[in-house]
């Protein structure tokens, strides 16, 4: 092998990982393949090519390209990475998880390695090593939005709900320019039948981003539920105006005009959200005990 060859090699690899890049995976997956052809020895080269593999959906071929560069190149963190991403996206968590794990100890104040350890505890529902790892990562990255987000709804999937807020209130203030870090606090707030707090935190986020349907509708919603009929109704009047094919929107009003007694008017407001439900083929029940 002449140091040509290697160099050569090389360039063809960094081709191919533009070309990867740019999400051409059959011309990366050839210059890959003529790096290969230049250095067998390439475990970087064969990598990529298992990246393009994948991209391809070849993934039985992706698995077995990638763990010959692993042969090669064992403690390589890319090729471990990659790795990991394979099996668990073909959900062999147990695998991945010994991936992570491995991953972690190799540099263990590695915020993204001790997230991705996180996700793959999350897929297995180990919600306790989930949130500690994902703790972990945000220790030393205390405002990564994406581990907030997915800590914050670990616990809400596990109806953790006291957790789950604590944490998007986090978010929140990591990103006060975002709204749906206080969406998700105001959905939280009314399961736990905090009212007040579930309006504030949706008239926070219109504050903050005015066109939040979201937002809207769970301010509509919970006015309904702390007895402000009134304004519940204005609120699901300016919905329905904004957007007439809104079924939630439809269900609110019924359920705040059942409320005032408007018996007639809630049923027509029932029957166009469910017409609506059924044109979409959805079978989603109304969040109101009408």
């Not at 970087?44 to 190149?73: C, M, P, R, W, Y």
């Not at 981003?209 to 699901?236: K, S, V």
């Amino acid at each position: 092998m002449t140091d040509r060859k290697i160099e050569e090699s090389k360039k063809k690899t960094d081709e191919g990982r533009a070309f990867l890049m740019k999400q051409d995976y059959r011309r990366a997956r050839q210059a890959f393949d003529e790096a290969i052809r230049l250095d067998s020895q390439n475990a970087l080269a064969l990598s990529g090519k298992a990246n393009a593999l994948f991209g391809l959906e070849d993934i039985e071929k992706a698995v077995k390209t990638i763990e010959k560069a692993l042969e090669l190149d064992p403690n390589n963190e890319e090729i471990l990475d990659n790795y990991g991403a394979y099996l668990y996206n073909l959900s062999k968590f147990k695998e991945a998880l010994g991936v992570a794990q491995r991953l972690v100890d190799m540099k263990p104040d590695s915020a993204e390695y001790l997230y991705k350890l996180g996700t793959v505890y999350d897929a297995m529902d180990e919600v306790d090593n989930a949130a500690d790892a994902f703790n972990k990562s945000l220790a030393i990255e205390p405002k990564d939005l994406h581990v907030l987000k997915d800590l914050a709804e670990l616990y809400e999937k596990h109806k953790k709900l006291e957790e789950a807020i604590e944490v998007f209130k986090k978010a929140a203030s990591a990103a006060p320019d975002q709204s749906y870090f206080l969406d998700c606090q105001g959905q939280i707030y009314g399961r736990l039948d905090k009212y007040e707090e579930a309006l504030s935190a949706f008239e926070a986020a219109l504050k903050i981003n005015p066109g939040d349907d979201y937002a809207a509708n769970g301010r509509a919603a919970t006015l309904a539920r702390i007895g402000r009929e009134d304004e519940a109704l204005a609120a699901f009047d300016e919905l329905i105006k904004k957007d007439p094919g809104s079924a939630f929107s439809w269900d609110g009003k019924a359920f705040v005009l059942k409320r005032l007694g408007r018996v007639e008017e809630a049923k027509a407001a029932q029957a166009e959200a469910t017409r609506i439900w059924r044109a979409e083929e959805s079978n989603s029940p109304s969040i109101f005990n009408n």
